[in-house]
T-cell receptor, first 115, second 111 residues
Framework: GAGVSQSPSNKVTEKGKDVELRCDPI?????LYWYRQSLGQGLEFLIY????????KSGLPSDRFSAERTGGSVSTLTIQRTQQEDSAVYLC?????????????FGPGTRLLVL | SQKIEQNSEALNIQEGKTATLTCNYT??????LQWYRQDPGRGPVFLLL?????KEKRKERLKVTFDTTLKQSLFHITASQPADSATYLC??????????FGAGTTVTVRA
């Protein structure tokens, strides 16, 4: 594909509901990241997938957050029992590595609003 | 702990002037440093990369410097235009080879 795509672009949900966010990375990119960005804030790392290795989940804020990556391609981020503080933009990035250098390509994000 | 600090204040400049953004870091030994641009409602977009053995890198009206002794990178936008208005993020390679991003500096160029 031309770039990283994410869906939905916007999601409004009620507190306590579960949500699933989807990311389609650039074909051939083995690494995939999820970030969270609150209004006016920087990127908060959530989780990292690299090939078939175990994911780095060190950034997940609570056990309500989980993510999977199927077949080394599409990834879904699931937030269970959403809270108002989960409202943010969730960004996905896939990356390519040239030797030691990694460059990340970001999707447009999913804007999540928890009422 | 590893920390990346960018200009905390937003930058407002007149069209045609040079904008200079700062990225300072602690407890990193990066092999390279990157700058990204983020427009409202969009994901960041890669702009420039500078390696540890490079002092300066240019791309059109953009110039980046990298001082590994000072642990600092400067990002310059010369002959600035209103279309340059955006948030600019620096990113460094962590010890585990993943990128870590600064909080960004918002630049507004007035016509």
């Amino acid at each position: 594909g031309a770039g990283v795509s994410q869906s939905p672009s916007n999601k409004v949900t009620e507190k306590g509901k579960d949500v699933e966010l989807r990311c389609d990375p650039i074909s051939g990119h083995t690494a995939l990241y999820w970030y969270r960005q609150s209004l006016g804030q920087g990127l908060e790392f959530l989780i990292y997938f690299q090939g078939n290795s175990a994911p780095d989940k060190s950034g997940l804020p609570s056990d309500r957050f989980s993510a999977e990556r199927t077949g080394g391609s599409v990834s879904t981020l699931t937030i269970q029992r959403t809270q108002q503080e989960d409202s943010a933009v969730y960004l996905c990035a896939s990356s390519t590595r040239d030797g030691k250098v990694e460059t990340q390509y970001f999707g447009p994000g999913t804007r999540l609003l928890v009422l | 702990s590893q920390k990346i600090e960018q200009n905390s204040e937003a930058l407002n400049i007149q069209e045609g002037k040079t904008a200079t953004l700062t990225c300072n870091y602690t407890n990193y030994s990066p092999a390279y440093l990157q700058w990204y641009r983020q427009d409202p409602g969009r994901g960041p977009v890669f702009l420039l990369l500078i390696r540890e053995n490079e002092k300066e890198k240019r791309k059109e009206r953009l110039k980046v410097t990298f001082d590994t002794t000072l642990k600092q990178s400067l990002f310059h936008i010369t002959a600035s235009q209103p279309a340059d208005s955006a948030t600019y993020l620096c990113a460094l390679e962590r010890d585990d080879y993943k990128l870590s991003f600064g909080a960004g500096t918002t630049v507004t160029v007035r016509a």
